[in-house]
């Protein structure tokens, strides 16, 4: 009886359940049905929008478009090349044995996006009283050269310390450790502050109401992991061949997200990057490609400002127009290589005959804001135990070296620098008191210099107490703020950034050469934003003038160099570019 009772109660409600089930499954299934449905419309007519857009502004430009693939010229190559790409450049080219090149450079330095601001006359200064108004970091995966992406940088600097041994010791380039992150570092949002690894930390949420640090409570308690949950499928298919996962996101997300991607994978949220900068500045990376540049008699002409490049009558080369010191100049060459970013370009006078993709390419690439300001101080307070300096007290009460504070105050990132690790902490020294990127730093532009020295230190002051005023030293000459996407020499942004569509349909036709003219620099690289992309970017050009020029051999030989073993331009993920 009771079995027949369970039988018929099973029997009654298993088809409830199965019912139940079914209408769940086929709620769930038109939802995630819409989801993709709406990720595809959303792709198609992200699509639609970015090509149209440039429609309804060019169309004229259609009629003129033509894709002028690149010639052969068997004449002797003597390219003028424009920071780091070029300097690269130039090493590569010296390494093929092409003789004449010319280098022309707005600014009198090299270097470019890498300039090191030093607050004393004597680069060598044992007080390290400088800041990286550029590049800072280089990432590197400990004892794996071949999982390093970035290992050409280092081992340019090996290659370069090699070649300056003897006759130029004084330009060596000595890698110290660079802290990226440091527990210490403080945390400083919705007015309250703690080390970084007790606040807002992934554990930390779990043993602290989250509203209880001012977020609202419709943050899951595992949101920290999400970001890296999310990304870690297109990681591993990057860790095992970096051309095809490249390939295989620029397929399925080339709406803004593979440079999230790029960017994450270059941080790796699994820590397994370490980190180091250059003893004394970057700046010595730059300035140690100059003997070279003088042992080769290459001409390297400092202020010098390109503003035309057009071809010869017989179409055969190209002619350079720049005025040096104000003085117009020009001079005509047979191959060009333009590594100078394109916000500058975008104002030269360039060949009408060159693409319609090219000219969009130039128009339109997108470039990130990025801003620093550096205060100077007579004492690095932040080194101390607040106890000591009676700054505002944390849980940890622990000086800070190296690492950084993150804040939703305007100054954002608060960077303090690894080179003074081992000096005596009752030194001064320089603090990147703000780094700011996208708005953040466009909400400094309209200040001048004093005027954000002075907003930075307000938000000093508010991290670390009134200890940081009482040190602060005042003045011009003592500080330095510098907001990239004003700096005539990169214009409208710090480094490329591609936007929407921007890898999939302007990369191939930036990286193009057309009409003897080649293209490197950071934003002509999927390593964009970093000094790998713009050495990338010049293996590529050289390969380009040494293959067009029927040099093939010479190409080989090169790529076969202990200095590019680690060279992956990833060519393959923009076939036929
Ligand atoms: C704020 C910031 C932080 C960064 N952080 C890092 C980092 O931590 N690690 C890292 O690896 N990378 C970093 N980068 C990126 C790195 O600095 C760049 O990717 C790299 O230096 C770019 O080199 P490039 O040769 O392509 O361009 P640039 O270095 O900009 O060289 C272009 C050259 O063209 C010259 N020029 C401009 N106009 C003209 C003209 N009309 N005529 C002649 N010459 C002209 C300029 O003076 C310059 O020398 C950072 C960049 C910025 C801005």
């Known amino acids: 009886m009771l079995k027949l009772r369970l039988i018929i109660i099973i029997a009654l409600v ?6 139940k089930i079914k209408t769940q499954v086929g709620q769930w299934w038109q939802k995630r049905s819409e989801q993709l449905e709406h990720l595809r419309l959303f792709k198609i007519l992200e699509k639609k929008i970015f090509i149209i857009k440039d429609y309804v502004f060019d169309i004229l430009d259609l009629f003129y478009s033509e894709i002028t ?5 068997s004449a002797t190559t ?17 390494e093929a044995g092409i003789k004449d090149v010319t280098i022309l450079e707005y600014q009198d330095r090299v270097g470019g996006r890498v300039h090191t601001h030093y607050f004393t006359d004597d680069p060598n200064d044992e007080r390290r009283l400088y800041g990286e108004l550029g590049a800072m970091r280089l990432p590197y995966i400990d004892g794996r050269p071949d999982l390093s992406v970035h290992q050409l ?24 450790p660079f802290i990226f992150s440091n527990p210490n570092g403080l945390y400083y949002f919705n007015n309250k502050k703690d080390p970084y690894d007790k606040m807002i930390t992934k554990n930390y949420s779990k043993t602290v109401n989250i509203t209880k640090l001012g977020y609202p409570d419709s943050i899951p308690d595992d949101y920290a992991s999400f970001y890296n949950e999310a990304l870690a499928p297109f990681f591993k298919e990057l860790d095992i061949d970096f051309t095809k996962g490249l390939k295989a996101l620029k397929r399925q997300f080339d709406y803004g997200f593979v440079d999230l991607a790029m960017e994450a994978y270059t941080f790796d949220p699994n820590f397994n990057t370490s980190w180091k900068t250059i003893d004394k500045g970057m700046q010595r990376l730059p300035n140690a490609f100059l003997p070279l540049i003088k042992k080769e008699n290459y001409t390297l002409k400092y202020n010098c400002e390109v503003y035309k490049l057009e071809k010869t009558e017989d179409g055969q080369n190209v002619r350079v127009h720049w005025k040096n010191n104000g003085k117009k100049e020009s001079d005509i060459f047979d191959r060009v290589v333009v590594t100078t970013p394109l916000g500058c370009v975008r104002h030269w006078d360039i060949p009408s005959t060159l693409s319609y993709q090219k000219q969009r390419a130039i128009r339109e690439l997108s470039y990130l804001n990025a801003g620093k300001i550096f205060l100077q101080f007579k004492n690095r307070f932040w080194e101390k135990s607040p106890l000591e300096t009676g700054g505002l007290q944390t849980t940890s009460n622990v000086g800070i070296v190296g690492g950084t504070s993150s804040t939703d105050l305007p100054v954002r990132t608060v960077v303090y620098p690894s080179y003074y690790q081992g000096l005596p902490t009752n030194g001064s020294g320089v603090l990147l008191a703000s780094y700011t990127w996208n708005d953040d730093a466009a909400r400094y532009a309209p200040y001048t210099e004093e005027e954000r020295f002075e907003l930075a230190l307000k938000d000093i002051v508010t991290l670390h107490g009134e200890i940081a005023r009482k040190e602060w030293i005042p003045g011009k000459e003592n500080n330095k703020a510098h907001y990239w996407t004003n700096d005539k020499t990169v214009v409208g942004g710090a480094y490329a950034k591609y936007g929407a569509g921007q890898l999939e349909f302007l990369m191939g036709a930036m990286m193009r050469s057309e009409d003897y003219i080649h293209w490197a620099g950071e934003h002509t690289d999927i390593h964009n934003a970093w000094i790998l992309g713009a050495f990338n970017s010049g293996v590529r050009v050289v390969k380009e003038i040494l293959q067009e020029n029927l040099m093939n051999d010479k190409w080989l030989k090169l790529k076969n160099m202990r200095l590019l073993k680690y060279w992956n331009g990833n060519l393959d993920a923009y076939a036929g570019y």
């Open 78 to 94: 003597n390219p003028p090349i424009s920071g780091l790409a070029r300097l690269f450049t130039a090493l590569l080219l010296k």
């Open 69 to 73: 693939g690149p010639r052969i010229v």
């Open 153 to 176: 940088v280092f081992d340019t600097i090996d290659y370069l310390n090699e070649y300056n041994k003897e006759d130029d010791p004084d330009k060596e380039i000595k890698t110290i």
């Open 14 to 19: 298993l088809p409830i359940i199965a019912q």
